[in-house]
């Protein structure tokens, strides 16, 4: 466990030894059923953004850091997504046109990192507010373990066209979670949502 904690307030049970523990032997457990497997990882994932959706009611994120997996990325471009989706707004040959014009209609610059340790090395550097992050299942219990103390929205992705390859993500949530993000009437609609 790592001190990094940018608000002195998000808690969560992946601060704890033991709480980790238990879920890498009840994914070794379930590592036969596959299915049985992403559903607990899915529930791990629910109440990770139950808990986040509660600390943002009390802490509204002004630093907002993306992450993304490599294989969103339309295979052969160079853009540099890293330092500015600039390019992908014109572009949108690929889903990270979508996300930089949501970025752009919810007002949020937000930082892109996509290699894990360049992501979590990123959050320990700018020290955001929240993390919205759509990856594979295991890549996201990687990270809930990696940078605990961080106040994170996660997704799994939506499908690949091969592994590692051209993968979706779920636009509809990552809008949702740039509104919760977002200063204004549009975090008050998917709250008001949340709550009916
Ligand atoms: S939207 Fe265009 S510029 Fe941006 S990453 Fe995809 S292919 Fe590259």
């Known amino acids: 466990m790592n001190d990094l904690n940018p608000t002195g307030a ?15 032997l009840a994914r070794w457990v379930l590592r036969p059923w596959p299915g049985a497997e992403d559903r607990f990882i899915d529930r791990l994932v629910a109440d990770q953004n139950r808990r986040v959706g509660d600390h943002l009611r009390v802490h509204p994120p002004a630093r907002v850091l993306l992450i993304m997996p490599r294989c969103v990325k339309k295979t052969g471009c160079r853009a540099p997504v890293q330092e500015s989706l600039n390019e992908c707004l014109v572009c949108r040959q690929c889903p990270l046109g979508d996300v930089a014009h949501l970025c752009l209609e919810h007002g949020i610059e937000a930082m892109v990192a996509f290699r894990s340790h360049i992501a979590f090395a990123m959050a320990r550097n700018e020290q955001p507010d929240l993390i919205i992050a759509s990856a594979c299942r295991d890549r996201l219990v990687k990270a809930l373990c990696a940078t605990p103390e961080f106040p994170a929205l996660l997704a799994p992705l939506t499908g690949m066209r091969k592994m590692c390859l051209d993968a979706g993500i779920d636009l509809d949530w990552l809008s949702d979670q740039l509104a919760l993000a977002a200063p204004g009437p549009a975090r008050d609609q998917v709250r008001a949502a949340e709550g009916s």
């Open 10 to 24: 998000f808690s969560s049970p992946w601060q704890r030894r033991g709480f980790v523990r238990l879920v890498a």
